[in-house]
Every structure is written in structure tokens, then in C-alpha cells.
């Protein structure tokens, strides 16, 4: 192999590093629009034109009482700093608008970590554990695989998949 110089790899690995970020956004937004199961469990908005629903955000989407899944925009939750498990109040205005509220905060504990991405998803690993992060918090941080970041995680977080992202350390 012909010696390829160091600027051209290293810019290389930055346009694979952006494309693999991209690609992972795109499956977040798809993902967080039409859910795995979009015909099982996703709520449409006409059939709640009005209502207030209360649910529990799982790290991604709110599970309403009456146990449907209804997105969370990524950019709030992350805004946010939602923890599995928060208590949100959904109102779906006559518009077709949905607006959330965090009605009830669980215990959480804030805890270090290293930034991972496998497989287009971010993870942030603290000790034996691995954390998803939403990649709306890890854009706003301008975090990068390798970086050692604050997360807040439930305080009983033995059943906990995903975390918040704080900070960037």
C-alpha cells in the first residue's frame, strides 16, 4: 500500500465519523416518529384531539396510562434532561399540537462515564454498565465517542436503560 499521508486519514476518519453520526440521527428520528411497532402501540392524534394523558417517559417516548406510546421530541427530552421514568403529562391541543410537561420528577443520581457508539446508538459506560443516550444530547454537547461525560440516571437504576446526558467532561 502507497504511504497515504497523515492529513488524508485523519480527514477521512472525520467524514466517517460525521456519516456514522448522521446515520445514527436519521434511525434516532425515524425511530422516535414511528416507534418499532408503529400499528401496535403508537397513539394517532386523531383519535385524542383534546385529551390530557399522563405517562411515564422509558428514555425515548412517554407510555401513557392507557398504554400507548406517544413520541417525545428528542430535542425536549434532552433539553430536559428526562430520566427514565419521569412522570409526563401529554395535552394534545385541538391543532393536533402535542405539548409535554414533567409532572413528577423521579430520584436520580448523577454519575461519570465514557461515551460510546455501537451499531449507530450512543451508550455511555460507567463501570460494568451501559447507558443509551439520546444523539439530540450528544450534538448539543458536541460530545464525541471516547469522551468522559456526567449522566443522571434513576437513583434505583438496576431495571434503567437509559440515562440523560449533563455534561460533557
Do not use: C
Amino acid at each position: 500500500m502507497a504511504d497515504v499521508p497523515d492529513k488524508q486519514v485523519k480527514r477521512l476518519r472525520s467524514l466517517i465519523s460525521e456519516a456514522e453520526t448522521s446515520l445514527a440521527a436519521a434511525k434516532e428520528l425515524i425511530l422516535s416518529l414511528l416507534g418499532d411497532d408503529v400499528e401496535a402501540t403508537t397513539a394517532t392524534v386523531e383519535e385524542n384531539i383534546g385529551k390530557i394523558i399522563e405517562g411515564v417517559f422509558d428514555g425515548q417516548n412517554m407510555v401513557g396510562s392507557d398504554g400507548k406510546t406517544y413520541p417525545v421530541p428528542a430535542n425536549y427530552a434532552s433539553k430536559s434532561k428526562l430520566v427514565q421514568g419521569d412522570i409526563l403529562k401529554l395535552t394534545i391541543a385541538d391543532d393536533g399540537t402535542f405539548l409535554y410537561k414533567q409532572i413528577g420528577p423521579i430520584p436520580r443520581k448523577q454519575v461519570v462515564g465514557k461515551l460510546e457508539l455501537q451499531e449507530g446508538h450512543y451508550f455511555v459506560k460507567v463501570a460494568d454498565k451501559q447507558y443509551r443516550v439520546l444523539l439530540a444530547s450528544v450534538t448539543y454537547f458536541k460530545a464525541k465517542p471516547g469522551d468522559q461525560v456526567s449522566v443522571n440516571v434513576p437513583q434505583d437504576d438496576k431495571d434503567a436503560e437509559w440515562a440523560a446526558l449533563e455534561a460533557a467532561l
